[in-house]
């Protein structure tokens, strides 16, 4: 089946400056790549994903962007905020699945004012 | 916007209980999912369901059930509640190939 990595664990960054984080799949079938930001006791929310015929995707201050030979992706959040503290987790789907999701581990971002 | 209830945010049980998760979802949806998070461990699947009476084994079946008797409402169902399932429990739904809709959780402890 799919095994979806996720680096770093935690991150800490100051206002202002830029947050990668990056994941790799192993299924080169995996079409769908979404990405998941939960605030501390709340529910994960959906806050980009791009699909496998597109390489970079934005949205304001996040961008997304796959590398389908390599069977890597990364969030990309600029101008960070306080706000954007969270966990972010990333995922992969494969086509012949149906809707199953393999996450990452997730990632803790952490915004210093 | 989809709406995916969990009826219990808190829960407390002790081991050797049978514990019902309830998971309701509003949008019609057919797939439905649930997950249990740790610390580390990131989102594991469980249990999911294409269809009412369908379900498949997700990567960390053993210990637990799932009921889905009605479009709309999926069960995860605790057999014999051990310390070792204390965790926070999310159901999903999702209704075309797109982002999950995740309910508010069940942080589930055994005692």
């Known amino acids: 089946g799919e095994n979806v990595e996720q680096h770093p664990s935690t991150l800490s960054v100051q206002e202002g400056d830029s947050a990668v984080i990056k994941c790799t799949y192993s299924d080169s079938a995996s079409n769908y790549f979404p990405w998941y930001k939960q605030e501390l006791g709340k529910r994960p929310q959906l806050i980009i994903d791009?699909?496998?015929?597109?390489g970079e995707k934005k949205d304001q201050r996040i961008a997304v962007t796959l590398n389908k030979t390599a069977k890597h992706f990364s969030l990309h959040i600029t101008e960070t905020q306080p706000e954007d503290s969270a966990v972010y987790f990333c995922?992969?789907?494969?086509?012949?699945?149906?809707?199953?999701?393999?996450f990452g581990t997730g990632t803790s971002l952490t915004v210093i004012p | 916007d989809v709406k995916v209830t969990q009826s219990s945010r808190y829960l407390v049980k002790r081991t050797g209980e049978k514990v019902f998760l309830e998971c309701v979802q509003d949008m019609d949806h057919e797939n439905m999912f649930w997950y249990r998070q740790d610390p580390g461990l990131g989102l594991r699947l469980i249990y999911f369901?294409?269809?009412?009476?369908?379900?498949e084994k997700g990567d960390i079946p053993e210990g637990y059930s799932v009921s889905r008797e009605k479009k709309e409402r999926f069960s995860l169902i605790l057999e014999s509640a051990s310390t070792n399932q204390t965790s926070m429990y999310l159901c999903?739904?999702?209704?075309?190939?797109?982002?999950?809709?995740f309910g508010s959780g069940t942080r589930l402890t055994v005692v």
């Open positions: 995922a992969a789907s494969l086509s012949n699945t149906g809707n199953q999701f393999y």
């Open positions: 369901s294409y269809d009412v009476k369908m379900k």
């Open positions: 999903a739904s999702i209704g075309s190939l797109k982002g999950y809709t």
């Open positions: 791009i699909r496998s015929n597109v």
